[in-house]
């Protein structure tokens, strides 16, 4: 992804129950996270009729960075959240997890997704009364729960899951219980795991890794999983439908080292790139990938086509948030920050630079430049995906369609735009041959702008975030 | 107050309607409430259909340290509060103004008092659905106004007075007005004021000097006063009821710089420490007063008793939250670090106190022994409220029944036990009669034990807090 | 002293030998001092063959605000100074105490005082080779103490002293012994005391009674005292001279409750305020002081001319370094946001109004604005000190010759210009009659400008300062 | 490098002449060698007459956060400096570079290197009255070059550089100059640009390329380079010596972007991962190396040996220096915080994995551990260096002789120590065969114990240190 401040997950959940000191797994878990969300996190945690909540703006271990706010998050219980968020001190509110309480008992929650109809399930529940104190679409669920008249909260979130549309998954706390649920078509993952003789669930088990913890299964999709000390409830209350799994978390979001959707990502990744060497041959000296995310396509593309993987650019490991533009006028110098290209293995080259996305293009264009003022001879850009024409509803944050390079031009128009000598999309096919699963498990609404799910109009997005 | 740590008012509030960047004055407003909280800041603005809020845990001046915060605070509407809090992490989410949103319309509000019936409204607004996000009973005004049917914020929020009970002094924010409220009984003050075109509403009217603001009148109790490009619209919507002014306001919580009530502080204050010398005479050669709060009653002593007034003891300006105590065993460290006692003064004088209350008597305790070690040959402690014998219910923090040395201890074992050569507390009646208003207009519950309102069972209170 | 951003002694000096966690004592000493210099502070340590060192800007308690700095500062010996320093990030290098190495041996110094000869000294070691790390002439005393062939650094010390000229109270840590001096006039303050089987050194005496420690006496002008496991050794190595102590000390500098140059200043300052009623005597209701500095002498001109002292300026608490002017056109809110006038004193009232001095007048001018706003009739401004027309080359830092109003305007021009009914300054000779110490004692020469040390042309000041 | 806290070059040096705002470019250049240390910076500039300086503890970007400090470094001179250094408060005072003053004249200092005859320099220096406020030996510089009695920096500087032994890429500023200088065995990189109508030096190429400079050359060991209004001017006051440069920059520290000592560094590292295949080959299934600096030499290693390269290891990027060990006996978790092992690439293939360095050797144990678990079925370590059996005394950190593991054990003794199936280092005689330079330019003393210099007793070390 070159455009890295243009796409983002939304999030990361995480979920512990029955461990001792259960904030620190937690803090391990989101830490593994970590590249679904950088810009929040907390973790709320329950135990011997406590509740504790502490989140802040920031990276996991900068939220976390006095050790004295994990150490006071008691209680063997716990749920933690990371997340992309909008900039801007308002966007404080809105950090996760939520806690409240009802009818004196508390609830919390974590959620990954996005809903489609929460305009209109505001509207009804402002119209009821109900408050809202943030204005993400994740308080909903609170409000829905808190207002069924059932007994229990795995009951009332249950109820309350019916009136929802779109994306989720979700982990609850109660003062005694995790509740895990995703939504009925599975956009977002959401997995379930063994530690010593408690439980985890985690958006992706390189989080379980991490601490050690043992991949059971995915919480399939409809699913609603509670966790006690009775052992795990689970249960279908809601309609079946299609699957729609977002088939971008294998092409960038998640890490290669995770099982999504029940498949390693990093296998996927790599025989995304094989297709892309079928699809779009070159005749080259090397192929590169863009680091960290594509240099698993690039090996696939290497594999593929027998052109030899070098390394012609390096990550820089010390960009921090605050580094200073100090406006000397040097070219493309946000991209100079991040990575450098190494001339040794560029000059005179014919270069295939493997990407997983072009977003807008802007910086895709400042690397062909790089690429090219270190030497390279011919550039030859793949992308293991193919071409986003149209924003996502379920959960992605991307900029409006009419900024996505895909949505207004056609490919030979970009790639005269990038300077490039050829440009290869992977076709929408090649793509869904890839995963095991069936093509029809797919959400590729970005790369067809056919959705899954009714869209209100969008206007209805809108309006929500003016709220 | 030399037991400075004992007692607080929880809050200030201050309100804005009508001047261009009235965060600002909202701030400096907020900076001469300062002394009613300190714990914690908070502003909310609104203009062309925006609102934007900011505040943290601190001072005012540290909560808006970097300016960039006020900046972004744009619109000629504000309200702001600041607020003494129980530490801890937790208490982040009480910090106000609170801020919510219902039927797509932001209401945002500021609180000084207390109400005595909300575990029972809570319960009532929980099972009806409504979910809490705090633990702070301000939280109540949001829910009943959302709840109300009616149509306008105005009317929502009379609606929802009607069913409170207890003390409070309120400012809201609407996108389009300023709303401010005063119970029935006008437990804690509420003033109004103009400033050029546009109006201000503060708890005390410092926070209008510091601006340049005209005091117009009180807001009265039972009112609920509207301020919006229609100029001032006032209702009475509540049943009327005794008034049942808190006396403390005069005694010790407002600056004596501010009007209250109708009267100056100052002046009210050296009556206080007039009619004390009248009714505890001592053969003394000099006064001094504990800084700065007891410094005016002290002057009063003086005038009346003719002893010579004194500063026997300077307040260090330098204490701030971060001081160490470097435990070297040093005795009576906290109250060293507070005031230095000046020997020049002290040595070999019989001394009269004048303190403005004694709360556990710790402190008082270990002032005395610094004026004593200071060479003082005779100390005649002299406060100028009577004895403190039963919490507050109505917005001041106090400790519980059995901390009050003065509900555990009769005075001649006070003065023993504080070490003094003689002891006298001003009585109710002649505390009563120092201001011009009618003695009955007055709330001394934490004098009489006797509560011009109902309190549940002692244990609501607890309930609550746990919630 | 209204413009108190105006005068500033330069430092606060504190020194312990033999105490267990000595830089806890010393922490507390220059809490006691920080009225001496708020902007940076520090403190060095020695004990068991090690030295620590630890310093910042800020208060004192700002500076040592984690606890873990002033645990790592272990040793039974310690040095500590506060400081005013001018801002920006260059000043880091010059907090005091500096820390160096020769011979493999430690020394370390924190010093009061401004040497004559600095540059001079500097030039010529700076020809002999030595470098410059700090733009501060007491890097000079470290300099001349290195250079001495003598084998101890007590007796390097005095070979260096030799050689300066100018104001000096030092302290000097070495690795087993505190070494103290004051320059052969006795410029600054410096005193000895005794703390259970070890002793300390202060700049005031307050420093010591916060700790518990007991005054013992002044350390000599031209003394040298060494105190060391052996005890306490004393020698006079310089020249005997005339006494110059600074009369400033009494005027404003000192703390009320300390002891300096062997007199309460606390009861001169009362003298002064006594001899200024008489000298000059005003027709009026009520005195009030600019607090807190001025009360002193505002209550002796209130017992000796009989009219009534009151408490008419309350100073704020609550003014941080961080205040933000928010720049809304408010008149005078500098002056607003440290003073608030209590209107019920004031209104109506003729006021004498006792300050210590006036520098530039600007805040003056401001605070007599602020009294006639809040309803004076009448203001009469006294000013316990005389006429300041010339700048101090012996520690205290003054704006420019120019700057200063007496220096520029008669009496009667700036009685017109800060618009007050009547405005008198002691007399130089009413002021050297207050002390008990014989008139010739003391450096009046910012009222006289005649100085008792020959001071190089002016712009050796400027040059240091350039370096 | 998998011991990667266990080896570190102290530091990084870079210098402007010539360029309005030359410390924005310096700020650049830092970030670009931040791999050269990263635990404090600091920058220098010069112009119109004056000198700033602003540095402190942390990486560039965290230094310089606030772009205040950037803006106040006026002038079209700069140098800036990046380390390495001891934790500590104490190692405040050593953060460079240094800035002095001698006879009126600043100069600051950057240095990377290591002085062997510091002890006996600083003795001679503290004799003659020299005082040193840090405990580094880059502070002897300044002191020789201020005892000269020569009238210009650059002639005061040649004269000083006599008398120093060991180590020393260092780059001076004056008020109107830069100066370079190289020990004549040439240690450390040191190269000189272009950058538009100026100059600028830098220890590696890369910080060249960030802001868009032109290599030129390297400075000469035993050159003495002056940049300033006039030109370059170049000496070579000191006697000609063998080369010693430090072959460790090529297998380890400098970035493989860079051109070091005239060459690749990516080139030579890619040399002698093929040269490792050649002697120690494997009979794997894939090759993958420890991220990031390790990648270069198994991609030699693979291209030699035909074994398919492979990601094995995705190094986190979310690492801060904040990261806190919850501490809940999660085995090696400091390794899993750092690296996450694709288990889609190691699961059931045998492995060779190639690192440039085993230092400890605690490190490489857990990282063997964890892609054992990843379900590797054989590891094949392969080092693209010697053995480290002694440590380095010309700027490069390292544990004492007896930490490392190779110069207590065989390598057979390694190998089952780590538990890995076979171990491989590189020869001294391939390791010196890679760079085009001739085998006796280089120190391979680290691998040898053969020093270029004679090293004075180890104890000399610890003195300097204490001091």
Known sequence: MTDSKMIHDKCGVFGVFGSQRAAELTYLGLYALQHRGQESAGIVTAGNGNVHIYKGMGEVNEVFADNRHLNRLSGSIAIGHTRYSTTGASSLINIQPFLITNRSQKLAIGHNGNLTNSYELRRKLEMAGSIFQTTSDTEIFLHLASSSPKRTWFNRICDGLKQVKGSYSVVFLTEDSIIAARDPQGFRPLCLGKYRRGYVVASETCAFDIIGAKYVREIEPGEVLEISTKGLRSVFPLKKQHHAFCIFEYIYFARPDSK????????????????????????????????????????????????????????????????????????????????????????????????????????????????????????????????????????????????????????????????????????????????????????????????????????????????
């Open 260 to 467: 999504v959707f029940g498949e390693n990502v990093d296998k996927i990744r790599r025989r995304l790139g094989r297709q892309l060497a079928i699809e779009h041959p070159a005749d080259a000296d090397i192929v590169i990938g863009i680091p960290d995310s594509a240099n698993t396509a690039a090996l696939g593309y290497s594999e593929q086509s027998g052109i030899r993987f070098e390394i012609g650019l390096i990550r820089n490991h010390y960009v921090g948030r605050t580094f200073i533009d100090p406006d000397q006028g040097i070219r493309d110098l946000d991209v100079k920050i991040k990575f450098n290209p190494v001339k040794g293995v560029l000059e005179g080259r014919r270069v295939v630079v493997v990407d997983d996305s072009i977003v807008r293009g802007t910086t895709s264009m400042k690397l062909v430049k790089m690429i090219r003022s270190a030497g390279a001879k011919e550039i030859h850009l793949r992308i293991s995906a193919p071409p986003i024409i149209s924003p996502c509803f379920f959960g992605i944050d991307m900029p409006t369609r009419r900024e996505l390079i895909a949505s207004e031009m056609t490919v030979p128009e970009i790639e005269k735009y990038l300077e490039v000598d050829s440009l290869g999309y992977l076709s929408v096919d090649g793509m869904l041959s890839m995963p095991s699963l069936p093509n029809g498990s797919f959400c590729v609404s970005c790369f067809t702008g056919k959705y899954p799910l009714k869209i209100p109009a969008m206007n209805d997005k809108l309006r929500l975030e003016k709220v």
